[in-house]
């Protein structure tokens, strides 16, 4: 990708999701194949973000995109091109299993996992990734931190019988924490024991 304008060209304030400002670098075009349908794009380029591409809704405005989550699909430009609404996951925002795990039937287990280069010392969130989810076994949503490329992931065994998590198995999506929107610290209240009142 070209950027074909600088950054005093873009002025403009985005904000993410979790309500902070993005840091807009330059402005680009480029060309997007959604299923044959070639769409031109001019977009601002922000550092820090983990996605490729975030469509805006004056893109899901121009383009007549249409959204029904009962199919799962996503359609454009008056159902000229329909696409699944989610695809896979990219391997760069996946963790995957270390080393093969015997889980028993019915059992939780924390296992280590490689995180991508791009989380190293960062703290991260791991989330399920639904087309992965009770296919094997199940992720649980954490908070870790990746040292060394690696984090610890909770998984759990639905099963009535023992599974094999292979080496290099995906098990859950990876993200940094900058998508959480608030967080309140956990503060463990003591218990007060009263003593009975005497009458």
């Given amino acids: 990708m070209t950027i074909v304008t600088s950054r005093e060209d ?26 044959g349908l070639i769409i031109p794009i001019y977009a601002r380029v922000a550092r820090y973000v983990t996605h ?26 008056e159902d000229l091109v329909r696409v699944p609404l989610q695809t896979e996951f990219k391997q760069r925002n996946l963790v995957t299993n270390v080393e093969a795990v015997c889980l028993p039937a019915d059992a939780e287990a924390l296992i280590n996992v490689r995180c991508p280069r791009y989380f190293e010392g960062k703290t ?58 608030s967080c309140s610290p956990y503060k463990r209240q003591s218990l007060l024991l009263r003593a009975p009142a005497e009458f």
């Fill in 124 to 181: 991260v969130i791991l989330e399920p990734v639904p087309s992965l989810q009770f296919n094997v076994c199940a992720a649980a949503r954490s908070l870790g931190r990746c040292i060394n490329g690696k984090t610890v992931c909770r998984v759990l065994n639905p099963n009535p019988f023992s599974v094999v998590l292979r080496s290099g198995m995906r098990l859950a999506s990876i993200q940094t924490t900058d998508i959480i929107a």
């Fill in 52 to 77: 490729d591409l975030i469509l805006g809704t004056d893109f899901l405005r121009e383009n007549g995109v249409i959204i029904d989550y009962n199919l799962g699909l996503v359609s454009l430009n």
């Fill in 10 to 35: 873009a002025n403009i304030t985005l904000v993410s999701a979790s309500g902070k400002p993005l840091e807009i670098i330059g402005l680009t075009d480029f060309t997007v194949n959604i299923n």
